[in-house]
Nanobody, 119 residues
Framework: VQLQASGGGLVQPGGSLRLSCAAS????????MGWYRQAPGKQREMVAV???????NYADSVKGRFTISRDNAKNTVYLQMNSLKSEDTAVYYC??????????????WGQGTLVTVSS
């Protein structure tokens, strides 16, 4: 199983970016999917998570600016980021709780994609 993230880049303050993360491999089901980020010198933090049923939780710092969504048919999670601020600069990692059969489930991480918000 692999998670492949894409969509990072350089954007000016106030701009927007959309991150995507697709899971592939021997997948039986996917429960929680989400995005985390790690800024230089800081610990990794949760940005947003979404269950297979569509329940969502956001970090307070991104509420009203970021939107997480997923396409269960494509095993893909998205993060639409609007009104970006310099403090959103970080490496963004996708994360998923994936069952490879009816019994075994594991936590998987994508490779990280860099988001830089700067003028």
């Amino acid at each position: 199983v692999q998670l492949q993230a894409s969509g990072g880049g350089l954007v000016q303050p106030g701009g927007s970016l959309r991150l995507s993360c697709a899971a592939s491999g021997s997948i039986f089901s996917i429960n929680l999917m989400g995005w985390y980020r790690q800024a230089p010198g800081k610990q990794r933090e949760m940005v947003a998570v979404i269950t297979s049923g569509g329940s969502i939780n956001y970090a307070d710092s991104v509420k009203g600016r970021f939107t997480i969504s997923r396409d269960n048919a494509k095993n893909t999670v998205y993060l639409q980021m609007n009104s970006l601020k310099s403090e959103d600069t970080a490496v963004y990692y996708c994360n998923a709780n994936i069952k490879t059969d009816q019994i075994r489930g594991y936590i998987y991480w994508g490779q990280g994609t860099l988001v830089t918000v700067s003028s």
